[in-house]
């Protein structure tokens, strides 16, 4: 896929009234959504835990997270977020993006909303 940046907002469930707002570059290799830390914190966002993450180049590092309310493609979801460097690029997860029933159209390489979300088990 080529790479593709969405206009993404990030707030403390419950507190709209301080907000990060950026484009996020959507990596559907990602699980959890990633932003800089220090403006996570600005916006009074705090970190709840710890994971262990495997990076592209097959390292792995370990990062805080927190729950936060995401805004994007004028859906709302609530998921993860890590907090990553304080330069690094955003990054828009696909726990997210399935949350809120966007999937990535292999032909045309663009964002597409499903007609409706899946509630049954898929065929294995």
């Known amino acids: 896929m080529r790479l593709r940046h969405i206009e993404v907002s990030l707030t403390r469930p419950g507190a709209s009234r301080q907000i990060y707002r950026a484009p996020f570059l959507v990596d559907t290799g990602a699980t959890d959504s990633m932003a800089p830390a220090n403006k996570l914190r600005a916006i009074g966002i705090q970190p709840i835990g710890d994971r262990s993450y495997e990076l592209a180049d097959g390292t792995k590092q370990v990062y805080q997270f927190a ?35 966007v999937t990535i159209d292999s032909a045309s390489q663009t964002l597409r909303r499903l007609p409706a979300i899946p509630l049954k088990r898929s065929a294995a």
């Not at 805004?71 to 690094?88: H, K, L, Y």
């Open 67 to 101: 729950l936060v309310e995401i805004r994007f493609m004028n859906e709302v979801t609530a998921g993860r977020v890590i907090f990553g460097p304080d330069d690094v690029e955003p990054i828009l997860g696909v726990t997210a993006l399935e949350s809120v029933g």
